[in-house]
């Protein structure tokens, strides 16, 4: 693979996967869906605290315990501070959970790390790097970018809705499975690109990534069992704190940071989640539902 068509990808199809996942997340959404907040905001609350208070100082202890080496610690970092993603609302639609709840959860969250991801990427950046190997990050350029390619897709996306919602309906028809081929695709590039350094660090960079998911989800239970949540409620509080953006963590490593080692433990990571989100949701299926956060 061509060093030009791997540039190619990093600076035109991983930025494009990102837009049309987040354009097509606006196109479910309608300003009355964010009711959720004030119907649900014992929910709404935990799960923006899971996912923004809380992961990123487990992400640092996950990596403190593993001593892992600068980039998979940088690239398990920038995973843990990104929203989560359509995967998350996909599954928890799978799952017959509080979809009206995952997709706020969403939203607000990617909407929020606009300005918080920058400011952590930077802090990782020269935490984890020794002097003279850092790459290079433009903290305000950062921001206007994440705006470029969440912000503005997903208003363009509800813009849309609003007008044309007939045309809105069929565009997500097939925009929305779309979206799920193309974080498949980003994924699977990712792999391929660092196929020799995701298979020289998986049994290295592997364990780092199945703790920091297994325990994300399992602080979203206990976030929900805390705020005695409802079954529903907490197996989409766990999901969305587990599951994150893997497109948008790929985005930043290959496409603002441009190095190709960070993208491991984001991609490693990017498919145990899946995994991981599946054996969750059985597990909360086959228990019963009599009491709060069942989990």
Not at 21 to 33: H, T
Not at 172 to 193: E, K, N, Q, T
Not at 227 to 237: P, Y
Request: charged content about 10%.
């Amino acid at each position: 693979m061509s060093d030009d068509f791997i540039a190619l990808v990093n600076r035109v199809v991983v930025p494009a996967g990102l837009i049309a996942i987040m354009f097509s997340m606006g196109l479910s959404l309608l300003p009355r869906d964010f009711a959720e907040v004030a119907r649900n905001p014992r929910a709404v609350f935990g799960g923006l605290f899971g996912q923004l208070v809380l992961l990123p100082p487990l992400a640092v202890l996950v990596i403190w315990l593993f001593r892992l080496p600068p980039a998979m610690a940088t690239g398990l970092f920038i995973l843990a501070i990104c929203p989560g993603g359509i995967t998350s609302n996909a599954i928890t639609y799978a799952a017959k959970a509080n979809v009206a709840l995952a997709v706020v959860l969403t939203t607000v969250s990617s909407l929020i790390t606009v300005f918080t991801i920058p400011p952590l990427m930077n802090w990782a950046l020269s935490h984890y790097f020794v002097a003279g190997e850092v790459p290079p990050l433009s903290v305000p350029r950062t921001m206007l970018q994440l705006a470029q390619m969440t912000l503005a897709p997903i208003l363009a996306g509800m813009l849309l809705r609003h007008l044309w919602p007939a045309a809105a309906a069929r565009l997500s028809v097939w925009l929305r499975p779309a979206s799920l081929i193309v974080l498949i695709a980003v994924i699977g590039f990712a792999v391929l690109v660092s196929l020799d350094l995701v298979l020289k660090n998986l049994l290295y960079a592997g364990p780092a990534a199945y703790l920091l998911n297994a325990a994300s989800m399992a602080l979203g239970l206990g976030i929900a069992w805390l705020l005695r949540l409802d079954r529903n409620d907490s197996l989409t509080v766990a999901i969305e704190v587990g599951i994150h953006n893997a497109t948008m963590a790929t985005f930043l490593s290959l496409s603002v940071l441009k190095e190709m080692s960070l993208a491991i433990t984001p991609t490693i990571y990017g498919i145990i989640m899946v995994l991981n989100a599946g054996l969750l949701v059985r597990w909360l299926r086959r228990r019963p539902a009599a009491t709060p956060a069942a989990a």
